[in-house]
């Protein structure tokens, strides 16, 4: 049993990811187009999106050196974009953090929107989950979105401008984070986590840096695990 | 864009380790001790606080080449939200989320 259970979750990992191609592959191309269009070359478009893997901070970054800003500004507000990556990492360390090195090497550097969500919600649901079947999930998600996600931005970089905008391409990227989000609202303390979240960043969204983005989402945490906390209290009470 | 090639590869390799150390941070510091329950109960949260506020203003931002928000899309950001949270099912959520931007922009021309 021990031995066919990983191949079993790594499976049921590309058979979970698969419906998100749908989703990586025009957000690669919108990338691959906007790359190519801002300047860059072919070699220095696939080396950000092979070195980065991460759709929404490599759009922030071409944006900002379209306008010329320093160098220090297109790093910062980059990265600000993926620290929620901090929070895939701390979530993902209980079901992970017992992986060998050299693993949790690879798994961080393809811990993307997609590989994290499916990954954290098979986890949750399945609690007695052996570490290699975890590992063995994990790896499945991300067989088919990283290289997807590769190939795509190749394809956009190759067409470049010949994708209309009509086609509606770029508003895939919201679409995906609410199909990801929706199945996810399953408690009354996850909708309010996400309604604070949601409260917070329309409130703070002159900050600078995508700042709301961080405090957006901190908030939403503890709104969300106060919650947890009342209803369990709640239940304990005689 | 007046970047040096130097500054374009100073950016995509910062950009790529950075990135590499916020997704390796806890992965990578903390192993295989165990997380106190207080830090999990906020973590079980993560992904429903982070989403919205990174979906809301993709969402009210005006289409490109547009100078406000587009009905259409906020209809069809409702339809994947009431889709996915009623079917808990993803591609249920992005068919009909596509399917309404695409269908409201064909009737509206």
Same mark, same amino acid.
Not at chain 1, 76 to 85: C, K
Not at chain 1, 138 to 152: D, E, K, M, N, Q
Not at chain 1, 208 to 219: C, E, F, H, S
Not at chain 2, 28 to 43: E, N, Q, S, T, Y
């Given at each position: 049993?021990?031995?066919?259970?990983?191949?079993?979750?790594?499976?049921?990992?590309?058979?979970?990811?698969?419906?998100?191609?749908?989703?990586?592959? &025009?957000?690669? @191309?919108?990338?691959?187009?906007?790359?190519?269009?801002?300047?860059? $070359?072919?070699?220095?478009?696939?080396?950000?999106?092979?070195?980065?893997?991460?759709?929404?901070?490599? /759009?922030?970054?071409?944006?900002?050196?379209?306008?010329? +800003?320093?160098?220090?500004?297109?790093? +910062?507000?980059?990265?600000?974009?993926?620290?929620?990556?901090?929070?895939?990492?701390?979530?993902?360390?209980?079901? @992970?953090?017992?992986?060998?090195? !050299?693993?949790?090497?690879?798994?961080?550097?393809?811990?993307? $929107?997609?590989?994290?969500?499916?990954?954290?919600?098979?986890?949750?649901?399945?609690?007695?989950?052996?570490?290699?079947?975890?590992?063995?999930?994990? !790896?499945?998600?991300?067989? &088919?979105?990283?290289?997807? !996600?590769?190939?795509?931005?190749?394809?956009?970089?190759?067409?470049? *401008? *010949?994708?209309?905008?009509?086609?509606?391409? $770029?508003?895939?990227? &919201?679409?995906?984070?609410?199909?990801? @989000?929706?199945?996810?609202?399953?408690?009354?303390?996850?909708?309010?986590?996400?309604?604070?979240?949601?409260?917070?960043?329309?409130?703070?969204?002159? /900050?600078?840096?995508? @700042? !709301?983005?961080?405090?957006?989402?901190? +908030?939403?945490?503890?709104?969300?695990?106060?919650?947890?906390?009342?209803? $369990?209290?709640?239940?304990?009470?005689? | 864009?007046?970047?040096?090639?130097?500054?374009?590869?100073?950016?995509? =390799? %910062?950009?790529?380790?950075?990135?590499?150390?916020?997704?390796?941070?806890?992965?990578?510091?903390?192993?295989? #001790?165990?997380?106190?329950?207080?830090?999990? #109960?906020?973590?079980?949260?993560?992904? %429903? =606080?982070?989403?919205?506020?990174? %979906?809301?203003?993709?969402?009210?931002?005006?289409?490109?080449?547009?100078?406000?928000?587009?009905?259409?899309?906020?209809? =069809?950001?409702?339809? =994947?939200?009431?889709?996915?949270?009623?079917?808990?099912?993803?591609?249920?959520?992005?068919?009909?989320?596509?399917?309404?931007?695409?269908?409201?922009?064909?009737?509206?021309?």
């Amino acid at each position: 049993m021990s031995t066919t259970s990983p191949k079993t979750a790594y499976r049921r990992g590309v058979l979970n990811a698969l419906p998100f191609s749908f989703v990586v592959v &025009p957000f690669g @191309l919108i990338f691959g187009v906007v790359a190519i269009e801002a300047g860059l $070359d072919m070699v220095q478009t696939m080396g950000m999106t092979i070195l980065v893997i991460a759709g929404a901070s490599q /759009l922030t970054a071409l944006q900002l050196m379209t306008e010329n +800003a320093p160098v220090w500004v297109v790093l +910062a507000s980059a990265l600000a974009v993926n620290l929620r990556m901090a929070m895939y990492s701390a979530s993902l360390a209980p079901f @992970l953090g017992p992986a060998p090195l !050299w693993q949790r090497i690879f798994i961080a550097y393809m811990n993307v $929107d997609q590989t994290y969500a499916l990954s954290n919600q098979e986890f949750e649901e399945r609690p007695n989950q052996t570490l290699a079947e975890r590992i063995a999930f994990f !790896w499945g998600t991300a067989t &088919p979105i990283i290289p997807l !996600w590769i190939g795509a931005s190749y394809l956009g970089a190759l067409v470049g *401008a *010949a994708i209309p905008p009509e086609y509606g391409l $770029d508003f895939a990227v &919201p679409i995906a984070f609410l199909a990801i @989000l929706g199945p996810a609202l399953r408690t009354v303390a996850h909708v309010g986590a996400a309604f604070a979240s949601v409260v917070v960043a329309v409130l703070l969204a002159g /900050l600078p840096w995508n @700042l !709301w983005l961080l405090i957006a989402g901190l +908030a939403g945490m503890i709104v969300g695990a106060e919650i947890e906390r009342r209803v $369990d209290r709640a239940k304990a009470a005689p | 864009m007046n970047y040096s090639s130097g500054e374009i590869w100073l950016i995509i =390799a %910062v950009l790529g380790v950075g990135t590499f150390l916020i997704r390796f941070s806890f992965l990578g510091l903390i192993g295989d #001790r165990p997380l106190a329950p207080w830090v999990l #109960r906020h973590l079980r949260y993560t992904a %429903v =606080a982070i989403l919205p506020a990174m %979906v809301t203003p993709l969402i009210l931002a005006p289409p490109p080449g547009d100078d406000s928000a587009d009905p259409i899309r906020i209809a =069809a950001a409702g339809a =994947a939200l009431a889709a996915g949270y009623l079917t808990k099912n993803a591609i249920w959520a992005m068919a009909a989320g596509m399917g309404t931007l695409l269908g409201l922009g064909w009737l509206v021309g």
